[in-house]
């Protein structure tokens, strides 16, 4: 997830600049490092809650005690010391760690519990990590680069919450607040406004790069189905990683991209 951090490297025309990737590659350390102390906080927390749920209590280590509460601490304090102890050499995303860090922490304490603005700040998250990648090489993030990332994590993560609703049994409580007509809303919504922006993008820089868009549509259009039908939409890697054809067509559209890009 946080791979979002090298888009700015790639669109900003800097990707043949070596000597930037050494503090994109560290600045994607410390928000994994992050990513991982805080995805750990909300695993205990949520512990009781993902062990009567149908898929976590499979996957999460600690919903299936692979690893124990206190393996899981010891590995929290881990990862906070490596992740001050390498931000204090890149403080120019100081403030991008520190607000991601609050606005995830405070999404797995309480505001994972009101529906619809939990959805928003995981997109935002998204959107620090991609401002982090742009301070980090001295660039500003554009808006169209902003709003396609902030449009396909919503497009995602709204997918997510319909399968969550619509096949779980044992339901987290903020969902009965959601509505299946609101969520379809949203995605098909979401997803135009990226088709949209990814087009206008398209025509701007390069013409050749419409190629893509029928791949675009298709991708978008397949995941849905796929995430639906299979019923893993709450794993949006784990169903782009399983299902070879998206695969391939993430691959053709980064390689296309960067290959007519520059």
Do not use: W
């Not at 609050?102 to 999404?107: D, E, I, K, Q």
């Not at 919450?161 to 379809?184: C, G, P, W």
Request: glycine fraction near 2%.
């Amino acid at each position: 997830k946080n791979i979002v951090i090298f888009l700015p490297l790639i669109f900003s025309g800097n990707l043949s600049k070596i000597d930037l990737y050494q503090n994109l590659l560290f600045s994607f350390i410390i928000f994994s490092f992050i990513s991982t102390f805080l995805y750990i906080i909300n695993d205990i927390i949520d512990i009781k809650q993902d062990q009567k749920h149908t898929f976590k209590k499979i996957k999460k280590p600690l919903a299936n005690k692979s690893i124990s509460i206190n393996f899981a601490i010891i590995l929290l304090l881990l990862f906070i010391v490596a992740s001050l102890v390498i931000l204090y050499f890149y403080q120019t995303i100081l403030y991008h760690v520190l607000l991601y860090f609050f606005l995830t922490l405070g999404y797995s304490l309480f505001l994972k519990t009101i529906p619809y603005l939990d959805i928003l700040l995981i997109c935002f998250g998204y959107l620090i990590r991609l401002d982090a990648g742009s301070a980090i090489i001295s660039v500003e993030t554009s808006l169209m680069l902003a709003t396609s990332v902030f449009t396909l994590s919503l497009f995602v993560l709204s997918i997510k919450r319909l399968v969550e609703l619509n096949y779980q049994t044992h339901k987290r409580k903020s969902l009965i607040y959601y509505s299946s007509k609101f969520l379809n809303v949203i995605i098909y919504l979401s997803s135009f406004i990226f088709l949209l922006f990814s087009f206008i993008f398209f025509i701007n820089e390069n013409n050749f790069l419409l190629i893509l868009f029928p791949i675009l549509i298709f991708m978008l259009f397949r995941y849905y189905k796929l995430a639906l039908n299979l019923k893993m939409g709450e794993f949006p890697i784990e169903l782009v990683i399983k299902d070879k054809v998206l695969t391939l067509a993430c691959l053709i559209v980064l390689f296309v991209c960067i290959f007519l890009y520059y």
